[in-house]
């Protein structure tokens, strides 16, 4: 047994004889008391685990030299894609170390910038961040979200744009939401949850339940807020009393005519949309689409002809136009046809459509006159990701952002009547891109499907098996994966780690159909899918199992631990962060239930059967030599809750086998990823390299 074992001790909580009986299998859970994290025994081994951990992380010599590195190439202007609204500009700012970008406006585009609004100033350690913001048409007030500690809850407050100060208006219990303006200024529409003491009086009385960051999340309601009253005289705009999972996204249109509202159901990509038309007090919420049958994202508007961008029958997406007055399906218009490429997102500027495709998970604008007819496509600076192009109807500029792996995001103006693309913002980081290279490649899966995976490394590298390399994925909830800047990713191409990235079926590369290949009883292909990434790395000479390192947030997460216990000699090291570890009761807590669609429920027969099958938690076995492992999570995670991963780091650690060490690093004052502030992304990040650079015996 090496040194590496005996110098770490694990420690240990008292296990339950907890035993749950699904559809006749009984399943053990002894470790529930975990799922508590505020019991003195939980935060005791919270404390307990970290010890360990920080004390072999700070042990590795590398790091405080990686963290200096990561510091200093950090520190570049970044920016934010301007937009405009009434006579102003906004834009985000970070001069390079700020724990939260700075919210800037100006008149125009060479005046001196003002702040707006700086979330430095509203914590000392920057764990409050801005979640959210809606500016007024006029361009004259500010509604604005903030989040603490990482956590989904937000506050909303109003401010005027003219002063910088803020008005009374405070909101509360707000969670999934944004805000839009009435065009007459006076508020704007939101929507939010009950109160804790509303919500648990209705199931117990207050000496029973106690509101926890693990409770469920049901019966969001969208409200009007009007400015200067106090939240308890919103106006309750509309709610579903008999459809408690249903939530609520309320939009104005461009015309100031009628309020949209999207009708989600967890993460399914399937909605409704109804309506309601807001220049006439007495107006019904109109049931437009009221069938999940598939997903519509409204548009924009001509007086009664909305148009959506939907993948009804059309997996890849489509334009159609609904004129109200005559709504059945059956005088619906095809505006833009689906293509081989994936449609992601539409917007209608110069009375143009802008169309966001991808195309083999890299973007393509294309430009369509408003009958459908193609105009041009836009001309990127090269292959990677473009995001922007907002703005109103009638403006014929814009702006976007474009980043590929080794380039940061450039901002761009774009002109909509020329076509002609001129920087407006490039940062300068201390990193040469000409020294490395990016190419995509595609293998097969465990199916025979094509999958396509990005990989990115120093020119000149040897193909002799013995590269590094650090292999991410995702694969679900119909999210892609597309070329992305990531400064910390710099560290390891500088140290000659190769960095691969597989788009996986689960996410939404290819399409409705694409997604569907890796949900529910399809969720082994998108393991299958990673597991052959990794193979094929291998077969193909970049590097070897010992030197080959995993990782993944969140949905990755799960991906990440599932093939970790499904194939433990595959991997060097594994780092699943924030990850749904417990796929048999992750629907129990905050938005959990929400998952369900994408993964199924235990209280299923049928779909328990497929979750056990690959349930991190559940497929542990003892004595089995696991990859060396450092799972990250945040005590304030109130999306996945940190139990998933306290209960599976206690599980590994008492049924690993082998040498490597297992740890978890547990964050305070931090949750599920958004608003996390510099400085502890670049502790976790210094963590994560000098981890992957200890286990793996990079030089």
Not at 333 to 351: C, D, R
Request: charged content about 25%.
């Amino acid at each position: 047994m090496s040194d590496i074992k005996k110098a770490l001790t694990y420690p240990t909580i008292s296990k339950s004889n907890q035993i749950d009986n699904y559809h006749g299998t009984k399943i053990a859970d002894p470790y529930r008391a975990l799922e508590d994290p505020d019991t003195e025994e939980t935060q005791a081994w919270i404390e307990a685990q970290n010890q360990v951990t920080f004390s072999y992380l700070n042990a590795i010599p590398a790091r405080e030299k990686i963290k200096q590195r990561l510091t200093k190439l950090w520190d570049y202007e970044k920016y934010g894609t301007p937009f405009k609204e009434g006579e102003n500009y906004f834009y985000f700012k970070n001069d390079g170390l700020q724990n939260q970008s700075v919210l800037y406006t100006l008149p125009t585009l060479d005046s001196e910038p003002r702040v707006l609004l700086d979330p430095n100033q509203l914590s000392e350690d920057g764990t409050v961040a801005l979640s959210g913001i809606s500016i007024s048409e006029n361009g004259q007030l500010l509604a604005y979200g903030l989040s603490s500690s990482g956590s989904d809850w937000q506050e909303w407050k109003v401010r005027d744009i003219t002063t910088s100060e803020d008005l009374k208006d405070h909101l509360q219990w707000i969670k999934f939401s944004g805000a839009s303006w009435t065009h007459d200024h006076q508020g704007f529409f939101y929507s939010r949850y009950d109160e804790p003491n509303e919500r648990t009086k209705l199931t117990a009385s207050p000496q029973e339940e106690q509101f926890s960051k693990t409770d469920v999340n049901y019966y969001q309601k969208l409200y009007y807020h009007k400015l200067g009253t106090s939240q308890s005289e919103d106006i309750l705009v509309y709610h579903r009393p008999d459809q408690k999972e249903w939530g609520f996204g309320g939009s104005v249109t461009e015309d100031g005519k009628y309020l949209i509202i999207s009708v989600w159901l967890g993460t399914d990509s399937k909605n409704l949309v109804f309506y309601k038309d807001i220049t006439n007090a007495d107006a019904e919420v109109i049931e437009l689409i009221n069938e999940f049958e598939a997903d519509y994202s409204f548009i924009d508007n001509d007086d009664s002809v909305f148009y959506f961008r939907t993948d009804l029958n059309a997996p890849t997406g489509k334009v159609i136009a609904i004129d109200i007055k005559n709504p059945q399906p059956e005088n619906w218009q095809e505006i833009i046809p689906q293509a081989v490429e994936t449609l992601e997102s539409v917007g209608i500027l110069n009375h143009q459509f802008v169309a966001d495709y991808l195309q083999d998970a890299h973007s393509q604008v294309k430009i369509f006159d408003l009958k459908g007819n193609f105009v041009r496509e836009v001309e990127l600076p090269g292959i990677g990701s473009a995001n922007g192009f907002g703005g109103k109807r009638h403006d014929t500029e814009t702006f976007y952002s474009f980043t590929s792996f080794t380039k940061p995001g450039t901002i761009y103006r774009y002109d909509m009547q020329t076509g002609k693309s001129e920087i407006f913002r490039q940062p300068q980081v201390d990193f040469n891109p000409d020294e490395y290279e990016t190419k995509q490649v595609f293998y097969e899966s465990k199916d025979g499907t094509k999958i396509p995976m990005f990989i990115t490394y120093k020119k000149g590298i040897k193909l002799d098996g013995n590269n590094p390399t650090y292999l991410y994925g995702y694969g679900g909830f119909n999210i892609s994966l597309t070329p992305n800047f990531s400064v910390s990713m710099l560290i390891w191409l500088e140290m000659g780690g190769v960095y691969a990235v597989p788009n996986l079926r689960g996410g939404g590369e290819y399409g409705e159909e694409w997604h569907q290949g890796g949900m529910k009883e399809k969720k082994q292909n998108v393991f299958d899918d990673f597991i052959a990434a990794a193979e094929w790395l291998i077969t193909n000479n970049y590097t070897q199992p010992a030197k080959l390192a995993i990782a993944g947030g969140s949905n990755g997460g799960l991906l990440v631990a599932a093939c970790m216990t499904q194939r433990p000699d595959l991997f060097g090291a594994a780092l699943p962060a924030v990850g749904v570890m417990d796929m048999l009761r992750f629907h129990k807590f905050t938005i959990g239930w929400a998952w369900v669609p994408e993964y199924g429920s235990a209280e299923n027969a049928e779909e328990f059967a497929i979750l056990s099958a690959y349930s991190p938690l559940h497929n542990l076995q003892p004595g089995t030599a696991y990859p060396a492992t450092l799972i990250t999570t945040a005590d304030h995670d109130d999306r996945v809750v940190p139990a998933h991963s306290f209960k599976f780091a206690a599980a590994l650690q008492e049924n690993h086998g082998g040498d490597a060490p297992v740890l978890i690093r547990i964050e305070t004052k931090a949750g599920h990823g958004a608003g996390k502030p510099t400085a502890k992304i670049i502790e976790e990040a210094a963590d994560k390299w000098g981890f992957v650079v200890k286990v793996l015996g990079v030089n």
